[in-house]
């Protein structure tokens, strides 16, 4: 029983392309978050959701564009990969201003 | 300011206690949180605390949390080897209908045989 659960895991890509990270959580929760760990464990909050409208976007390139379907789904699209996106992106879900899980994250490798 | 420090690296022998020690800047928090990261592996919430208290126990888990001084501690008794992981403490920051995570940069806890 997967509670956050993030495809694919690992994503390799060239430069220049673009790609999708799909979230998906099934605890019933309004609030999802996109969190970036770069190469030095650092991490850092990139966007959040409630119920499917954006509440928090910070600083990130507009080349990173989240996109929520429904509550229990939080997609991250970017566009013209750099090498400096490479990092380990986590999905999160939470009640409002609530205990926040992490799904497993995706670990993404631009060449 | 949103900063959140902790030291890089502790390393203790197996059946000692491991004590993992934060600084947070936000006295608005209104959680505060221990996640564990394991190498290759997502982020497991180990515990958390809510603002208005001073400790809590969880098992071989003890937070304590000392507001005036914004200091968070975690204390792990008979640290097993299963306990070497990254530690990473987070503030809960209110940001509109929703919060955010403030993460500090990790502790790396070594368990030796």
């Known amino acids: 029983d997967t509670a956050v659960s993030q495809t694919p895991k690992y994503l390799v890509t060239q430069m220049g392309n673009d790609k999708s990270i799909k979230c998906e959580q099934n605890?019933?929760?309004?609030?999802m978050y996109w969190y970036k760990q770069d190469s030095k464990k650092f991490l850092k909050i990139m966007f959040s959701?409630?119920?499917?409208?954006?509440?928090i976007n910070e600083t990130v390139p507009n080349r990173f564009s989240p996109k929520s379907p429904d509550k229990a789904h939080l997609n991250l699209h970017i566009n013209s990969l750099e090498l400096g996106d490479s990092a380990v992106y986590f999905c999160a879900s939470s009640h409002p201003a609530g205990l926040q899980y992490f799904g497993p994250g995706t670990r993404l490798t631009v060449t | 300011g949103e900063d959140v420090e902790q030291s890089l690296f502790l390393s203790v022998r197996e059946g000692d206690s491991s004590v993992i020690n934060c600084t947070y800047t936000?006295?608005?928090?209104?959680?505060l949180y221990w996640y564990k990261q394991e190498p290759g592996a997502g982020l497991q919430l180990l515990t958390y605390?809510?603002?208005?208290?001073d400790m809590k126990q969880d098992q071989r888990l003890t937070v304590l949390l000392n507001k005036k001084d914004k200091h968070l501690s975690l204390r792990i008794a008979d640290t097993q080897t299963g306990d070497s992981a990254i530690y990473f403490c987070?503030?809960?920051?209110?940001?509109?209908?929703?919060?955010?995570?403030?993460f500090g940069t990790g502790t790396l806890l070594a368990v030796q045989p």
């Open positions: 959701y409630n119920n499917k409208e954006l509440i």
């Open positions: 605890l019933g929760h309004d609030t």
């Open positions: 936000d006295s608005s928090s209104t959680y």
């Open positions: 987070a503030e809960s920051i209110q940001g509109g209908a929703t919060n955010k995570l403030i």
């Open positions: 605390i809510f603002s208005n208290m």
